[in-house]
């Protein structure tokens, strides 16, 4: 097969008609299961993802050792968004010129050295401030551009599903994590807690890279690149270059839509609980009911996978991320008695949140292809990061200004439904071949 068949082949379906049958196609999963296992390990561990969800059990236990302020505690997990927006931008160019494993590699390394140089904190708070920005950039290996890119380049035909269970990572992590450093911190003190994260990495992770990490046959090493995977390898692959890329319309309507709706997720997130609290609901209950956010999130982000490897992507994205808009309706009209509607307010903005980084990482492969997808997505990965520094801030004041939800709800509603209707104007899946990519 010449290339231009071989990027044919590779190229995704040119309209929104389904590649299959309702049916599930297990011969990727059968060739690829590993890549599906070791990619969603990897992104578990990630520290936007591990550490993330293991600060709210030290937060006390670390008040108590120092005598920080809780608020100034709080302030290290913006240190571990700046570094992620950091290491979004380099982590794309790195593994084009030295190769995913290698990166990855060096990657996981330096996380758990990180974590064990977090033992080591002396009383002023800088210091957390610096490591968590440190652990962040020495996590960019593990970040969602790198493993994203591994299953995209793995499946074609179940490239959403195997995404979406990917992406659930984030989702183990959160079950898990908490636990297991609690339980730690109790035993024994918070270092011990540093020490478990710090092996994460290696004794989960770094086996499997170093058997199981590879990309498919077509970007193995060729005579003409015995490194493989590297920019030339990658620019063979179908697909827009970096700079075609930034000048492509498209691109920046996917960026400002779905940068938005993660602003407004982190909104709901970071408000659900005191949201249902100022609704008269005590602690227990409001956690309990926001407790369904997590379980609906996994089934938003699986449903979504396996609807769009079959429908028109932007189609099942508009009509998941009108959902969490129902929600915000539910959310606001509900009174502290009506717990099925506010069960069920949580739930439809859980199916969003999760339904919103698989549509991101499918559409993008979809669009711009796999040419240069680690730094396009980097990009896009960089840019809602920054939106989810800033939501927190942006919809605190609104609150400060208001005193209540109400404008919450009404602000992220509206930019849930238009933010996932106007994915509609993406059009029709573009093909891409080596000689003449498609024009942005």
């Known amino acids: 097969m010449d290339k231009t068949s071989a990027a044919a082949a590779a190229a995704p379906p040119e309209s929104g008609a389904p590649a299959h049958g309702l049916g599930i196609d297990g011969t990727e999963f059968k060739r690829a299961w590993r890549i599906v296992v070791l990619a969603t390990l990897g992104l578990a561990i990630n520290s936007n993802s591990a550490m993330l969800y293991a600060f709210g059990a030290m937060v006390v236990p670390l008040q108590q050792a120092f005598g920080w302020e809780r608020a100034d505690l709080q302030t290290a997990v913006s ?88 992406l659930s990572g984030t989702g183990l992590a959160a079950m898990l994590v908490p636990s297991a450093v609690s339980a730690v911190i109790t035993r024994w003190n918070w270092q011990a807690a540093f020490w478990l994260m710090a092996a994460l990495p290696l004794v989960l992770v770094v086996p499997l890279v170093l058997a199981w990490m590879k990309e498919p046959p077509r970007a193995l090493p060729t005579t003409a ?116 509607q506010l069960v069920a307010g949580v739930m439809l903005v859980g199916i969003g949140s999760g339904a919103e980084f698989d549509v991101a990482a499918f559409l993008m492969a979809r669009y711009f292809g796999l040419r240069d997808y680690g730094r396009l997505f980097g990009v896009h990965l960089g840019l809602i990061t920054l939106a989810s520094t800033l939501a927190p801030l942006l919809f605190g004041q609104l609150y400060r200004s208001t005193g209540n939800y109400d404008s919450l709800l009404m602000v992220c509603g509206t930019i849930f439904l238009f933010g996932g209707l106007s994915l509609l104007a993406l059009g029709r899946y573009p093909r891409f071949s080596d000689s003449a990519p498609p024009a942005p």
């Open 79 to 166: 240190f571990l968004f700046l570094g992620a927006i950091v290491g979004s931008q380099a982590v794309g160019w790195l593994n084009l010129r030295f190769g995913m494993k290698r990166v990855t590699l060096v990657s996981l390394t330096c996380l758990s050295l990180g974590y064990v140089l977090l033992t080591r904190l002396g009383p002023q708070i800088w210091q957390l401030y610096a490591m968590f920005l440190l652990l962040s950039l020495a996590s960019m290996g593990t970040m969602h551009v790198t493993w994203t890119y591994l299953v995209n380049l793995w499946f074609e035909r179940n490239r959403g599903l195997a995404l979406a269970l990917v």
């Open 225 to 340: 690149n015995p490194g493989g995977g590297g920019a030339d390898a990658a620019a063979e692959r179908p697909g827009l270059s970096f700079k075609a890329g930034l000048r492509s319309g498209r691109f920046w309507m996917l960026n400002l839509s779905l940068s938005l709706i993660v602003a407004c997720i982190v909104g709901m997130v970071t408000s659900g609980v005191p949201l249902l609290r100022d609704k008269g609901l005590d602690a227990t209950d409001a956690a309990r009911i926001f407790g369904t956010f997590g379980l609906s999130l996994i089934l938003g982000r699986v449903v979504v996978g396996y609807l769009v490897d079959r429908l028109w992507a932007p189609g099942v994205a508009a009509v998941a991320l009108a959902l969490p808009a129902v929600g915000c309706v539910l959310l606001a009209t509900a009174g502290p008695g009506d717990t099925v």
